[in-house]
């Protein structure tokens, strides 16, 4: 009779199929050599422009998109805006104010944001560009990245990305738009958020108080 040999149970974590080798200053390594770096924009109300200022904000746009020399990627994110905090902050404010007609106002003003909240869905867009590295940037191809080094890496990263960087960033400027290069501490947010959706996003502790996890076979 044959017999069957018992097998372990297969030991792996999500971590595995996690993109993302390591996050350093303002540059995202990924497990096959390509990094990035991201560039967070902030927005303006299109609606709020005059026809000039909206057909003039366009023809920005696209000026700066047809000046890029270099690939990049714009990503969208959407989340709710908790505001419990701002209504808790409203009813502060309505308890202490001793003026009726304020009061009143205050009261006024706070059930019109609630009426709001029933009624719509109240969204926070945030805006980010983001500036790809390409392990062929260094003639090497996928099959080829398993003797390079890490810090190897992160510094043809940084000598490739920062120019386009901060071309892309003087582009923006000139559109009348602010963007702001992401950091360790924003970035790990940002891909936690990403891989841990939720309905209003969340805040994580600085990065340097948490201990790295070590995963092992045995």
Do not use: C
């Amino acid at each position: 009779m044959k017999t069957t040999k018992p097998t372990s149970p297969v030991k792996a974590s999500t971590q595995s199929f996690i993109e993302i080798e390591e996050i350093k200053d303002d540059i995202v390594l990924m497990k096959d050599f390509s990094a990035a770096t991201v560039i967070e924009v902030g927005a303006v109300n299109f609606w709020l422009l005059s026809t000039e200022e909206q057909s003039s904000m366009i023809y920005a746009y696209s000026g700066l998109l047809n000046s890029l020399s270099f690939p990049i990627q714009i990503l969208i994110i959407s989340k709710k805006i908790d505001v419990s905090t701002y209504l808790d902050y409203l009813e502060d404010k309505i308890n202490k104010q001793k003026a009726d007609i304020l009061q009143k106002r205050m009261v006024g003003y706070r059930e019109f944001i609630k009426s709001i909240i029933r009624i719509n869905t109240v969204l926070e867009k945030r805006f980010f560009f983001v500036v790809p590295f390409s392990p062929l940037e260094m003639g090497i191809s996928g099959a080829n990245t398993s003797s390079l080094n890490k810090g190897y890496v992160f510094t043809r990263a940084k000598t490739a990305l920062y120019p386009k960087r901060d071309n892309l960033l003087r582009l923006i400027m000139k559109i009348g738009l602010k963007g702001t290069v992401l950091q360790r501490q924003e970035l790990t947010e940002l891909y936690y958020n990403l891989y841990n959706p939720s309905a209003t996003g969340r805040r994580l502790a600085p990065i340097e108080s948490y201990t790295d996890v070590i995963m092992t076979s045995g």
